[in-house]
C-alpha cells in the first residue's frame, strides 16, 4: 500500500476546471491520527468554497496537491499509538482529504458508526447533524407550526423526517416541486410554491396554520420571504438563518419584531472549526440512531468513482436539485 488515486487541486479556482485525478503517495499518519480507506465521501457546496479559498482559517488549502473534499467516511486501517479507536472501525469525519481513496485524520475528529450504517448517511453526517441542530434551535413543540425554505434541498428533507419524529407539523416553501421530491411522505403537511403563489406569504401561512402562526422558521433565503415568514409567526416564535440565496436583503420594521417577540437567530455548521468535545461526542448515538432505519431516507444523486469526478462536480455545480452526489470507493 504505498499510492492511492486522488482527486487535488494546485490552484485556487472553478472546482470543474482546476481539479485532477493523480496517483500519489497513501498519507503517513502520526501517534495521534488513523489512516481511513475511504468508503464514501460527499460532494458539497462547502468542498467548492474551499477549493476556491473562500475560506477562513484553518479550512485554507496547502500546495501542491491538496486533495479535495471535506466529509467522509470509511474503515479505520491503521491506527496510531495514542488512538483509542479499533482498527476496523466504520468512522465519519469532516476534515481535509476525503476526496481519495485513503485519508489521514486525526482521532478527536473521528466519529464512529455501526457498521451498517449506510454509506450515503455516514457520508453527509454532518448535513445530519446540521438539520438536527437546525431543529432543535428553533425550540419549536409537537403540535405547533414549522416553515422551511429550500424545501427541495437535501437539508430540508433531513429536517422533515426529524420534526415527524417529533410531532411538529410542517409547511414546506419551494419555488417549484420537483417530481423526486415527495415532500408529504417526508411528514410535509402543506407545500407553498412561490412561483404559483398569488397571494401573500403570510396569508397562505395563516390559512394553512388556521391562525396559529409559526412558531418557527428555518430559513435559507432570505429576502421578501423571509420578512414574510417573520410575519406570520406566532408570539415569541424562533427564526434560524443557515443560508441566503436570494440576492435581496429582508426588510422588517422593529415592531415586527418586538410586538410578537420573535427571536431571530443564525446557525454556524457544527464542528466546522474544532471537532466534538466529550460532550457533543455523547450526543451522537440519539442521532446516529434515529437516522439508522431504512425508513429514514436522504436524497440520492448519483454514486460516481473518483475516475469520474469532473461529471461528479459538474453535476454538483449545474443540477443541484438532482440531489446530492458522492464518490464509492467502495
Given at each position: 500500500?504505498?499510492?492511492?488515486?486522488?482527486?487535488?487541486?494546485?490552484?485556487?479556482?472553478?472546482?470543474?476546471?482546476?481539479?485532477?485525478?493523480?496517483?500519489?503517495?497513501?498519507?503517513?499518519?502520526?501517534?495521534?491520527?488513523?489512516?481511513?480507506?475511504?468508503?464514501?465521501?460527499?460532494?458539497?457546496?462547502g468542498d467548492f468554497l474551499f477549493i476556491q479559498n473562500l475560506y477562513p482559517e484553518?479550512?485554507?488549502?496547502?500546495?501542491?496537491?491538496?486533495?479535495?473534499?471535506?466529509?467522509?467516511?470509511?474503515?479505520?486501517?491503521?491506527?496510531?499509538?495514542?488512538?483509542?479507536?479499533?482498527?476496523?472501525?466504520?468512522?465519519?469525519?469532516?476534515?481535509?482529504?476525503?476526496?481519495?481513496?485513503?485519508?489521514?485524520?486525526?482521532?478527536?475528529?473521528?466519529?464512529?458508526?455501526?457498521?451498517?450504517?449506510?454509506?450515503?448517511?455516514?457520508?453527509?453526517?454532518?448535513?445530519?447533524?446540521?438539520?438536527?441542530?437546525?431543529?432543535?434551535?428553533?425550540?419549536?413543540?409537537?403540535?405547533?407550526?414549522?416553515?422551511?425554505?429550500?424545501?427541495?434541498?437535501?437539508?430540508?428533507?433531513?429536517?422533515?423526517?426529524?420534526?415527524?419524529?417529533?410531532?411538529?407539523?410542517?409547511?414546506?416553501?419551494?419555488?417549484?416541486?420537483?417530481?423526486?421530491?415527495?415532500?408529504?411522505?417526508?411528514?410535509?403537511?402543506?407545500?407553498?410554491?412561490?412561483?404559483?403563489?398569488?397571494?401573500?406569504?403570510?396569508?397562505?401561512?395563516?390559512?394553512?396554520?388556521?391562525?396559529?402562526?409559526?412558531?418557527?422558521?428555518?430559513?435559507?433565503?432570505?429576502?421578501?420571504?423571509?420578512?414574510?415568514?417573520?410575519?406570520?409567526?406566532?408570539?415569541?416564535?424562533?427564526?434560524?438563518?443557515?443560508?441566503?440565496?436570494?440576492?435581496?436583503?429582508?426588510?422588517?420594521?422593529?415592531?415586527?419584531?418586538?410586538?410578537?417577540?420573535?427571536?431571530?437567530?443564525?446557525?454556524?455548521?457544527?464542528?466546522?472549526?474544532?471537532?466534538?468535545?466529550?460532550?457533543?461526542?455523547?450526543?451522537?448515538?440519539?442521532?446516529?440512531?434515529?437516522?439508522?432505519?431504512?425508513?429514514?431516507?436522504?436524497?440520492?444523486?448519483?454514486?460516481?468513482?473518483?475516475?469520474?469526478?469532473?461529471?461528479?462536480?459538474?453535476?454538483?455545480?449545474?443540477?443541484?436539485?438532482?440531489?446530492?452526489?458522492?464518490?464509492?470507493?467502495?
Amino acid at each position: 500500500m504505498t499510492n492511492m488515486k486522488a482527486v487535488v487541486f494546485d490552484e485556487i479556482g472553478d472546482p470543474v476546471t482546476v481539479a485532477k485525478l493523480v496517483d500519489k503517495p497513501v498519507p503517513q499518519t502520526g501517534d495521534d491520527e488513523v489512516l481511513v480507506k475511504m468508503t464514501a465521501a460527499s460532494i458539497n457546496p462547502g468542498d467548492f468554497l474551499f477549493i476556491q479559498n473562500l475560506y477562513p482559517e484553518p479550512k485554507k488549502p496547502v500546495f501542491p496537491q491538496q486533495v479535495a473534499g471535506n466529509y467522509g467516511a470509511g474503515i479505520v486501517v491503521q491506527a496510531g499509538r495514542n488512538v483509542a479507536v479499533a482498527e476496523g472501525t466504520h468512522v465519519a469525519f469532516g476534515f481535509f482529504g476525503s476526496w481519495a481513496e485513503y485519508a489521514a485524520v486525526p482521532q478527536q475528529w473521528l466519529i464512529p458508526l455501526p457498521a451498517d450504517y449506510a454509506p450515503e448517511k455516514a457520508a453527509q453526517l454532518f448535513n445530519l447533524f446540521t438539520a438536527w441542530d437546525l431543529l432543535a434551535q428553533t425550540k419549536v413543540r409537537p403540535g405547533q407550526w414549522l416553515a422551511v425554505t429550500g424545501g427541495n434541498s437535501t437539508v430540508s428533507a433531513m429536517i422533515f423526517q426529524f420534526a415527524r419524529q417529533r410531532g411538529i407539523r410542517v409547511v414546506a416553501i419551494v419555488r417549484k416541486r420537483i417530481p423526486s421530491m415527495d415532500l408529504e411522505s417526508l411528514g410535509v403537511e402543506a407545500v407553498i410554491e412561490t412561483s404559483n403563489l398569488t397571494e401573500g406569504i403570510g396569508a397562505r401561512i395563516a390559512a394553512i396554520t388556521e391562525g396559529q402562526g409559526l412558531a418557527g422558521v428555518i430559513d435559507c433565503v432570505g429576502g421578501p420571504l423571509l420578512s414574510g415568514l417573520i410575519k406570520a409567526m406566532a408570539l415569541n416564535g424562533q427564526a434560524v438563518i443557515y443560508g441566503g440565496y436570494s440576492a435581496e436583503p429582508f426588510a422588517l420594521h422593529n415592531f415586527d419584531i418586538l410586538m410578537s417577540g420573535v427571536t431571530l437567530g443564525s446557525y454556524i455548521y457544527r464542528y466546522f472549526f474544532t471537532p466534538p468535545t466529550p460532550a457533543q461526542a455523547a450526543e451522537h448515538p440519539a442521532l446516529i440512531a434515529a437516522t439508522a432505519g431504512p425508513d429514514f431516507w436522504v436524497p440520492l444523486g448519483g454514486w460516481h468513482t473518483l475516475e469520474d469526478f469532473r461529471t461528479a462536480l459538474r453535476e454538483t455545480a449545474e443540477r443541484p436539485e438532482g440531489g446530492k452526489r458522492f464518490f464509492s470507493m467502495a
